[in-house]
């Protein structure tokens, strides 16, 4: 073969490498079932980023829990992913569950105003003058702190100054103590340091032990095989229990909470014999994108963020030295830019389909960026639609929640507030 044709050849193949490279376009409009969420929106005269639930699948994640849980463990609600009082009561009513896992002080009060019948475990150790802050706002009614709330108490330390704290306002507190299974995020992580803990409990006389909390994500989450870190876990846990109860003797509750578990391990606990007797989960019930596990696959996404487009331009430009067309040259997928309202939120864009950030143009919490294809038909006042990484924060950001059902937006749910419910 001659030299020239060679190296025609190659170039040739560089040229249909390169193009290989280029990205498709996966520009595609929003589906009917968006196009009917835009309509409701507009319906109900939402203008501005709206964080929307669809009830029916919040609905349908509470039976697929229910369907694993399949009552042979209790099930413990995870507020702080689910951080509004009315989407807690449509959980407490779909689950039947009255066991709320609280991670806030402020939240606590909230809680305990609004729902006087429910059984409250901390999911964290609170400073104790959280804890005590927590006795001064709370303005009495049904909910009774000394049987109703399950503080955590992590260390022997805490313990002494819990004791200090009930002691000083003549109470009694529940004391659950915080395990580690082997998340190491804290808790009593020897048997020595668990009897540590249990004696100074049995030493003060308002402090009366409860259970165990022992949350270990890192099953799913650290390299290896999830059901061995699952059985080193509950070795672990299995080991607490009987030092606790031979410790204790007949001092041991006969209604001793024993929590576990989280939305990305609970299914792992769908047969086998297992030593906790509660499940805690939140993040499977609206699904943000964190929560796209192997092990949550039968969760369905059931929260959005909604924003309204301001802009839309058939073009990309960058201020300064202007790469927008080369962008555009390179990536059909930045054809078009639009620019909505807010942005920048702990979200991914998720309708219409193949919507990309600018990195070069940069974010804006004010008016984000978006490039997309030119199949996007996207008009100011249409509708852009992200799904959230996760709910505890995200949710809190958009004041009341849009609920979604039968096409229409039919309720507004206030989210929890540091002051009250935020609306
Ligand atoms: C102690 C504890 N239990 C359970 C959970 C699980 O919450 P979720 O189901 O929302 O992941 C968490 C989450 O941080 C936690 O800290």
């Known amino acids: 073969m001659k030299r020239r044709t060679l190296l025609l050849g190659g170039l040739a193949g560089a040229a249909g490498l390169t193009l290989l490279a280029r990205p498709r376009d996966h520009g595609e409009n929003h589906s009917a079932w968006f196009r009917q ?208 109860r031979a410790h204790l003797g007949a001092r041991w509750p006969a209604d001793a909470v024993l929590n576990a578990g989280g939305s990305p391990t609970y299914q792992l606990y769908d047969q086998g014999e297992f030593p906790f007797n509660e499940l805690a989960a939140g993040s499977c019930l609206v699904k943000p994108t964190d929560f796209d596990l192997p092990s949550l696959a039968d969760h369905r996404p059931a929260a959005w963020i909604a924003t309204p487009v301001l802009k839309s331009q058939d073009r990309l430009q960058i201020p300064g030295i202007d790469v927008g067309p080369l962008q555009s040259l390179w990536n059909p997928n930045r054809a078009r830019s639009f620019f909505t309202y807010g942005g920048y939120w702990k979200a991914v864009p998720e309708s219409p389909r193949g919507l990309l950030n600018n990195a070069l143009f940069g974010r804006s919490t004010n008016q984000e960026m978006y490039n997309g294809s030119a199949s996007i038909d996207l008009q100011p006042d249409d509708w852009i639609f992200l799904r959230p990484t996760q709910s505890e924060f995200v949710f809190l950001q958009f004041g009341d929640i849009a609920v979604y059902e039968h096409g229409a937006i039919s309720e507004h749910w206030p989210v929890f507030g540091e002051g009250g419910f935020t609306g």
């Open 37 to 244: 969420l835009s309509n409701a929106l507009d319906g109900a005269g939402r203008a501005g980023p709206t964080l929307v639930i669809d009830r029916a699948q919040l609905a349908a994640n509470v039976r697929t829990l229910q369907g694993h849980v399949q009552g042979r463990f209790d099930y413990r609600i995870v507020a702080k992913s689910l951080p509004s009082p009315d989407l807690l009561q449509a959980v407490i009513e779909e689950s039947g569950s009255r066991r709320l896992m609280l991670f806030h002080q402020p939240f606590i009060n909230l809680a305990a105003r609004r729902f006087p019948d429910a059984d409250i475990l901390l999911g964290k150790p609170m400073p104790v003058a959280a804890a005590h802050n927590f006795y001064r706002q709370f303005d009495g009614g049904g909910f009774d702190p000394a049987r109703q709330l399950r503080w955590l108490l992590d260390t022997p330390q805490r313990v002494q100054q819990y004791a200090r704290l009930a002691a000083q306002l003549d109470t009694d507190m529940l004391a659950c103590v915080e395990i580690d299974v082997g998340l190491h995020r804290g808790g009593a992580a020897t048997d020595a340091q668990l009897l540590a803990m249990l004696d100074a409990i049995e030493a003060a006389p308002r402090l009366h032990f409860c259970g165990f909390m022992g949350y270990e994500p890192h099953i799913v989450k650290a390299p290896g095989d999830p059901l061995r870190y699952r059985d080193q876990a509950m070795a672990r846990y299995r080991r607490c229990v009987e030092v606790a």
